[in-house]
């Protein structure tokens, strides 16, 4: 069995959504973030001020080719973990990467008292610029999209509704470019 993996911006739902979708699929919820707090036994904002971004992102990587070794998961991603390729390319073709497309108003709204470094660095205006950016990694890493501006239960549902029909046939390579081609 696949894992179900979701990507998206900073507050768009992932980990709300991610606990909602393993009760309701029986799956086991993996919070990418917490296992690298817990393997480092520090928080990841720490991990940013001791050792820098370059230094996180390579912990990022590790965890995501451990991840890969899993299956029966639904795995909430960091913010930027799927904008990396080495991190799409670590994934197995099988899992099914959903991005949770939430408007950057509503992930502002949710983000903007947080502890996140990238958040305390940066203005409203630059965190929507990368917003944008990011974007269009999340499409091209997608099995496809959900609309996150829904509720919990309906985001959830539709990836279910979506992961049980896929299981019932032989589970298709995500299309991954410059590499399904």
């Not at 720490?46 to 998961?73: M, N």
């Not at 991005?99 to 205006?125: G, K, N």
Request: glycine share 8%.
């Amino acid at each position: 069995m696949r894992n179900i993996i979701l990507c998206g911006f900073m507050g768009c739902g992932k980990t709300t959504v991610g606990r909602y979708l393993a009760r309701l699929t029986g799956l086991t919820y993996v919070d990418l973030d917490a296992e690298i707090e817990s393997e480092q036994g520090i928080p990841i904002p720490e991990i940013f001020a001791a050792y820098g971004e370059p230094y996180f992102r390579d912990l990022e990587h590790q965890a995501v080719k451990r991840l890969a070794g899993r299956s029966r998961c639904v795995v909430s991603t960091g913010g930027g973990a799927l904008t990396f390729r080495r991190n799409i390319d670590a994934l197995s073709p099988a899992d099914l990467v959903v991005f949770l497309d939430a408007a950057f108003p509503v992930c502002y709204q949710r983000i903007r008292w947080s502890d996140r470094p990238i958040v305390r660095s940066s203005t409203p205006e630059e965190l929507q610029s990368l917003f944008e950016k990011r974007r269009s990694s999340y499409l091209e890493a997608a099995s496809f999209t959900v609309d996150a501006g829904q509720t919990v239960e309906q985001v959830a549902e539709a990836i279910a509704a979506r992961y049980h029909l896929l299981d019932e046939r032989e589970p298709p390579e995500r299309q991954v470019p410059g590499k399904n081609r």
